[in-house]
């Protein structure tokens, strides 16, 4: 969701950038002769003339663009040995309300009840999700704020395996 909005706000910077460096050279153009009138030889043919198609690029995450998510949004993943345990998820952004708590399991051998519980960054619970073995569910909660969310989960075997945790508005 949050790569979407980056590419949705790169390609509307680079259009907008594309009409202002179109403005731009109209207004020199216009600047260049403002004495000389309006006269048959002196126009161009607009059908000549060709406007260079820039596409967005796409950021691998390799660098840091400047541009924060719309809403918040954050990932973690935990190893689990032993049945009761927690891990955080950080979440920058803006917050905007409402908010998504998705949790995936793998890699159980058994099919062990797993209970996670959401805490948001001022402590306050936001929600549980409850899920048998591997899988993956999710749930909606109110006042998404950035920040980072405490994961707090218990595990009804000590097989270990892999709790993945998704925090986004």
């Not at 002196?42 to 719309?70: F, K, W």
């Not at 270990?160 to 945790?165: E, H, K, L, R, Y």
Request: aromatic share 8%; proline share 6%.
């Amino acid at each position: 969701m949050v790569e979407v909005w980056v590419k949705k706000i790169k390609g509307t910077l680079a259009t907008l950038l594309t009409m202002v460096m179109l403005a731009t050279n109209c207004m020199t153009v216009l600047a260049a002769e403002p004495t000389q009138p309006a006269v048959a030889e002196n126009t161009i043919d607009v059908s000549d003339v060709s406007i260079p198609e820039v596409a967005p690029q796409a950021n691998d995450g390799s660098e840091d663009d400047g541009i924060m998510p719309l809403g918040i949004g954050g990932y973690s993943a935990k190893y689990t040995n032993p049945t009761i345990g927690y891990f955080y998820v950080d979440a920058p952004g803006d917050g905007n309300g409402s908010g998504t708590f998705q949790i995936t399991t793998h890699d159980f051998s058994t099919n062990p009840n797993i209970n996670t519980v959401l805490y948001r960054p001022d402590g306050t619970c936001a929600g549980q999700i409850y899920i048998t073995g591997n899988g993956t569910k999710q749930m909606r909660f109110s006042n998404a704020i950035p920040g980072t969310y405490k994961i707090v989960y218990s595990v009804s075997s000590d097989v270990g395996g892999w709790i993945s945790a998704w925090v986004s508005s």
